[in-house]
């Protein structure tokens, strides 16, 4: 059964980068695509972005300029870095597995950027 | 991008069937099989329910199905049931090679 488990600081401070690292057992992350997907308090999913296992990336065009995904396949992670953050960062951030349909989700991990 | 179109909430009685409609473009729900439904339920975690259009994961019930015309899907809950009341969410990928959620829907069950 594949697992995927968030790490990272609850807490970002304005201006700041947020980090995040989503790892990944039960299976291999080859052949797969891996997402970010975050929900801020209250309110609908947002796509972030994704990366295929072996580096090929795509990310929301509303972020593209502060966000990066990267992937060590080698520790079988992947992770999200989020530039310039401000409270509208806030939100809960999950890793998922898949791009067209995301079948294995993390438990998600609340990050908080104080206005 | 925007994010797909979903009604804000629907509402049924137990043993009735819903639709949640959900309207995109030519560019994404139009474009291609990649339609995905997600349902969660509060303070937890997304399940996909349905995937390529029509399609059901393992575990997931009959009773959920999904379909599309044109630049419109919808998910399908024949037999209401209590359990069912949460959440729904579309997404579809997208000719940008990106993915794209819809705002949600509150299904509440009578």
């Known amino acids: 059964q594949v697992q995927l488990q968030e790490s990272g600081p609850g807490l970002v401070k304005p201006s700041e980068t947020l980090s995040l690292t989503c790892t990944v057992s039960g299976g291999s992350m080859r052949d797969y695509f891996w997402t970010w997907i975050r929900q801020p308090p209250g309110k609908g999913l947002e796509w972030i972005g994704y990366?295929?296992?072996?580096?090929?990336?795509s990310y929301s065009p509303s972020l593209q300029s502060r966000v990066s995904i990267s992937a060590d396949t080698s520790k079988n992670q992947f992770s999200l870095k989020l530039k310039s953050v401000t409270a509208a960062d806030t939100a809960v951030y999950y890793c998922?597995?898949?791009?067209?349909?995301?079948?294995?989700w993390g438990q998600g991990t609340l990050v908080t950027v104080p206005s | 991008q925007s994010a797909l179109t979903q009604p804000a909430s629907v509402s049924g009685s137990p043993g009735q069937s819903i639709a949640i409609s959900c309207t995109g473009t030519?560019?994404?729900?139009?474009?291609?099989?990649?339609v995905s439904w997600y349902q969660q339920h509060p303070g937890k975690v997304p399940k996909l329910m349905i995937y390529?259009?029509?399609d059901r994961p393992a575990g997931v019930s009959d009773r959920f199905s999904g379909s599309k015309s044109g630049n419109t899907a919808s998910l399908t809950i024949s037999g209401l049931q209590a359990e069912d009341e949460a959440d729904y969410y579309c997404?579809?990928?997208?000719?940008?090679?990106?993915?794209?959620f819809g705002g949600g829907t509150k299904l509440t069950v009578l």
């Open positions: 997404s579809s990928y997208t000719t940008s090679t990106t993915q794209i």
């Open positions: 990366i295929f296992y072996s580096g090929g990336t």
């Open positions: 998922a597995r898949g791009r067209s349909g995301n079948d294995y």
């Open positions: 030519s560019s994404d729900i139009g474009a291609d099989k990649y």
């Open positions: 390529e259009v029509n």
